[in-house]
């Protein structure tokens, strides 16, 4: 009896962490992102100052410490080897680097400032909402990588713990809801 409540419990936590719902696939569809940039975005500089380098190392500093967990499994509430969710990642990888930062993925929505998803840099965050009844922001990723119009993101997934994925995946795209940056 105790095993089999155990095994429940365990499935339901699995299942409420980092928000599990039905993939959603979107074949011979062509699935755009609906986040549009605000004013200010556009009013940015292309000239590259010392600040951005400066922000742009230390973006490369806390995406190196977060690729250190790649494959570590899924842990609801975890935020080291043994285990991790997605918010706990993130957290884990600023402290690293001296930056205190909220602990739960609806709280990190509230930082820094939002910006459109075409200007997405390395160190960005991108929120999503995975639950089909969620009102609020329940997953976070970490930009990796932006090659053109693919956007590559760390985060840790309930199935296959720390990985790095695409927004360009149908799941992703669809549960996308924001974009910020803190750095």
């Excluded at 970490?142 to 713990?161: A, E, M, P, Q, W």
């Amino acid at each position: 009896m105790a095993k089999k409540i155990f095994i429940i419990s365990s499935l339901v936590l699995l299942l409420v962490g980092c928000g599990v719902v039905k993939k959603k696939t979107t074949y011979g569809k062509n699935r755009t992102v609906s986040v549009e940039a605000t004013e200010t975005d556009s009013l940015v500089s292309n000239k590259t100052s010392l600040p951005e380098v400066v922000e742009d190392e230390k973006a490369e500093q806390i995406i190196s410490t977060a690729m250190t967990f790649s494959g570590v499994r899924y842990k609801f509430g975890g935020t080291s080897r043994r285990g991790m969710d997605c918010s706990g990642l993130l957290y884990v990888s600023f402290k690293e680097h001296g930056i205190e930062f909220p602990r739960i993925s609806y709280e990190m929505a509230n930082q820094g400032r939002k910006i459109g998803v075409k200007k997405v840099r390395k160190g960005d965050l991108l929120f999503f909402k995975t639950r089909k009844r969620g009102k609020r922001i329940n997953h976070v990723g970490l930009v990796v990588d932006v090659d053109g119009d693919d956007i590559k993101f760390i985060h840790s997934t309930t199935s296959r713990g720390v990985i790095v994925s695409s927004l360009r995946e149908g799941y992703w795209n669809h549960a996308f809801v924001k974009a910020t940056r803190v750095l």
